[in-house]
């Protein structure tokens, strides 16, 4: 199982960037998926998250910007930043709860990890 996380780059303040992150492989189910990012010199956090069913979850600094959604069809989940910020600048990187073909247990899979510069 893969998870392959696209769409960063370099954005100025105010600007909107959509996160792509597919999962592939031998996948029998997806629970949750997420976004978490990483500013040097900072711990990793959380973004958002989204259930099976849709729910989502926000981190209070991204509420109003960020729009998290999924396409179960295609094991894909996206994060929509609109008005950006400085203070997103970050690696993103993307999450999933999976469960393999044949497998018992669910395991945790993280995507490699996008960059996004927000500069004027």
């Known amino acids: 199982v893969q998870l392959q996380a696209s769409g960063g780059g370099l954005v100025q303040p105010g600007g909107s960037l959509r996160l792509s992150c597919a999962a592939s492989?031998?996948?029998?189910?997806?629970?949750?998926m997420g976004w978490y990012r990483q500013a040097p010199g900072k711990q990793r956090e959380l973004v958002a998250r989204?259930?099976?069913?849709?729910?989502?979850h926000y981190a209070d600094s991204v509420k109003g910007r960020f729009t998290i959604s999924r396409d179960n069809a295609k094991n894909t989940v996206y994060l929509q930043m609109n008005s950006l910020k400085p203070e997103d600048t970050a690696v993103y990187y993307c999450?999933?709860?999976?469960?393999?073909?044949?497998?018992?247990?669910?395991?945790?899979?993280w995507g490699q990890g996008t960059q996004v510069t927000v500069s004027s």
């Open positions: 989204i259930t099976s069913g849709g729910g989502t």
């Open positions: 492989g031998s996948i029998f189910s997806i629970n949750v």
């Open positions: 999450n999933a709860d999976i469960k393999r073909v044949g497998a018992l247990m669910w395991y945790d899979y």
